[in-house]
C-alpha cells in the first residue's frame, strides 16, 4: 500500500517548509531511516527520513518550493502500484493555486508589455524627416541656453519653432535630464526572514517597550581579558564578558528573568542566554543554557561552537529554545549606542555597543578613558523603570569590576 510523505513540523513555530535538497529520485529504492529531503525551516535546514521500506513513486514536490505543514511530498510503495487516487487529492488543493500563479504571471507579463509599448511610442516633435524645422535665430537661442530643439513645440507656420517658443519654453519632467535605469530583482522571502518578521513585528507592536542607557568604564575589562587570554585555550570576547555579567546579574535579578504568560508573570528558575548571530539569510539567537552557573572560558567554547553552527545553518531546534534572555551586540561593527526588540517570550534584550576611547575626568583631570553604552530594551507588562535601572547598574558594577564575576 502506497504512503504518503507529508511535510512534517520540524520545529515548534514551524508553519511550512522549503525544499532544501532531495536525496532520493521516482525510482529510488528507500529503506526505514533514510534521509530523503533536506527540508528549509523558519529557523534551520532538517533532515526528513523515511520510515517505511519501497521505492520512491513520486515526488510531488521541487528544489525551491515551500511545502505547508501537512502537504504531500512524495509517495512511498511498491514498483508499479497505481497512485492515482492519492494524486488526484493532491491536485486537488495544489492545482487551482498554480493555475492562479500562472494567470497572475500572465497578467504581469501583459501589463509589462504594455507599459513597454508605450515607452516606445514616437515624441512629437517639430522635424521633417529627421530636420527640425526651425528659425535661425531659435536655434541660436536654444544653443546658447541649452534648450533640446527635440523638446519644443513650434507654433510657426507648419510647427517652425520661432524665437517665442523658446522664450516661452519650460522644460517638462520628461525633458530632464534622465539616466539609464538598472533592472532590480526580487528576492524570495525565505523561511527564516518570514518567521523573523512575524515574530519582531508581533513582539515590537505587542509588548510595551521602553529603553534605558548606561555608560560603562571598561578598562578593567579590558585589562581582565588580556590576562584571562594568557592563561586560557579559549579566546575569550568582550560578548563573552558580556554574557556572564548578565547572567549574574539576571540571577539576582529574577523579574528581568521572566516571561509574560497572559494569565501569570513566569520568573525562571534557569538562567538561559540567548546570543545573536546575523547570518546572511538573517538573525538566529542559539541559547548558553545554565549561563550563570559556567565559567568564561565555557561559555566562549560554546558561543562559538553555536556561532559556527548557526552560520552552516545547522543549529538543531533545541539549540534555540529555552532563552530567558537576550544579548545583541553589534560592537563589532562600530555601532556605539543602539535599542533592541525583544525577543519573545523573554522580557528585556541588552543592546551592546562598541568600547570608544574618550576623555573622562579622574582626580580632577581630563584622561583617556574607555566606555561602552548598553541599552536595555523591557516589556513595561513585567519590568517597571526603576527595576530595569536596578539590573543595569548591577550590571555595570560587574563589568566595571569584572573579577567579581569569577568568585
Given at each position: 500500500m502506497a504512503i504518503k510523505i507529508e511535510m512534517p513540523k520540524l520545529s515548534d513555530t514551524m508553519e511550512e517548509g522549503v525544499i532544501a535538497k532531495w536525496n532520493v529520485k521516482e525510482g529510488d529504492k528507500v529503506s526505514s531511516g533514510d534521509v530523503i529531503a533536506e527540508v528549509e525551516t523558519d529557523k534551520a535546514t532538517m533532515e526528513v527520513e523515511v520510515f517505511d521500506e519501497g521505492t520512491i513513486l513520486k515526488i510531488l514536490a521541487q528544489e525551491g518550493d515551500a511545502i505547508p505543514l501537512g502537504g504531500l511530498m512524495a509517495v512511498v510503495g511498491e514498483e508499479g502500484e497505481d497512485i492515482s487516487d492519492i494524486l488526484d487529492g493532491a491536485a486537488g488543493g495544489s492545482e487551482p493555486e498554480k493555475a492562479d500563479v500562472e494567470e497572475e504571471e500572465k497578467s504581469d507579463k501583459k501589463e509589462s508589455a504594455q507599459k513597454e509599448e508605450k515607452k516606445e511610442e514616437p515624441s512629437q516633435t517639430s522635424s521633417d524627416n529627421g530636420r527640425i524645422k526651425a528659425s535661425p535665430l531659435a536655434r541660436k537661442m536654444a544653443e546658447d541656453k541649452g534648450?533640446?530643439?527635440?523638446?519644443?513645440?513650434?507654433?510657426?507656420?507648419?510647427?517652425?519653432?520661432?524665437?517665442?517658443?523658446?522664450?516661452?519654453?519650460?522644460?517638462?519632467?520628461?525633458?530632464?535630464?534622465?539616466?539609464?535605469?538598472?533592472?532590480?530583482q526580487d528576492i524570495k522571502i525565505s523561511q527564516m526572514r518570514k518567521t523573523i518578521a512575524r515574530r519582531l513585528s508581533e513582539s515590537k507592536f505587542t509588548n510595551p517597550h521602553f529603553y534605558e542607557t548606561i555608560d560603562?568604564?571598561?578598562?578593567?575589562?579590558?585589562?581582565?581579558?588580556?590576562?584571562?587570554?594568557?592563561?586560557?585555550?579559549?579566546?575569550?570576547?568582550?560578548?563573552?564578558?558580556?554574557?556572564?555579567?548578565?547572567?549574574?546579574?539576571?540571577?539576582?535579578?529574577?523579574?528581568?528573568?521572566?516571561?509574560?504568560?497572559?494569565?501569570?508573570?513566569?520568573?525562571?528558575?534557569?538562567?538561559?542566554?540567548?546570543?545573536?548571530?546575523?547570518?546572511?539569510?538573517?538573525?538566529m539567537t542559539p541559547v548558553i543554557k545554565h549561563a550563570d552557573k559556567k565559567n568564561l572560558r565555557q561559555i566562549s567554547s560554546e558561543t562559538r561552537e553555536l556561532a559556527g553552527l548557526a552560520r552552516d545553518r545547522k543549529l538543531q531546534p533545541e539549540?534555540?529554545?529555552?532563552?530567558?534572555?537576550?544579548?545583541?551586540?553589534?560592537?563589532?561593527?562600530?555601532?556605539?549606542?543602539?535599542?533592541?526588540?525583544?525577543?519573545?517570550?523573554?522580557?528585556?534584550?541588552?543592546?551592546?555597543?562598541?568600547?570608544?576611547?574618550?576623555?573622562?575626568?579622574?582626580?580632577?583631570?581630563?584622561?583617556?578613558?574607555?566606555?561602552?553604552?548598553v541599552t536595555l530594551s523591557s516589556d513595561h507588562r513585567v519590568v517597571d523603570g526603576a527595576k530595569a535601572a536596578d539590573f543595569l547598574s548591577t550590571l555595570r558594577e560587574l563589568l566595571e569590576n569584572p573579577l567579581s564575576m569569577l568568585l
Open positions: 534648450i533640446d530643439l527635440n523638446q519644443v513645440e513650434g507654433s510657426g507656420p507648419e510647427g517652425r519653432i520661432v524665437k517665442r517658443d523658446i522664450e516661452d519654453y519650460k522644460p517638462s519632467a520628461a525633458s530632464a535630464p534622465s539616466f539609464a535605469s538598472e533592472e532590480g560603562i568604564d571598561m578598562e578593567n575589562a579590558m585589562d581582565a581579558r588580556v590576562r584571562l587570554n594568557e592563561i586560557s585555550d579559549v579566546k575569550i570576547s568582550f560578548n563573552d564578558i558580556v554574557v556572564k555579567a548578565c547572567a549574574v546579574a539576571l540571577r539576582k535579578h529574577p523579574y528581568v528573568n521572566s516571561s509574560w504568560m497572559d494569565d501569570v508573570i513566569r520568573q525562571h528558575g534557569d538562567v538561559n542566554v540567548a546570543v545573536a548571530v546575523a547570518i546572511e539569510e538573517g538573525l539549540q534555540m529554545e529555552g532563552s530567558t534572555f537576550t544579548v545583541s551586540n553589534l560592537g563589532m561593527f562600530g555601532i556605539e549606542e543602539f535599542t533592541a526588540i525583544i525577543n519573545p517570550p523573554n522580557v528585556c534584550i541588552l543592546a551592546v555597543g562598541a568600547i570608544r576611547d574618550v576623555p573622562v575626568v579622574k582626580n580632577g583631570e581630563v584622561v583617556p578613558g574607555k566606555r561602552m553604552k
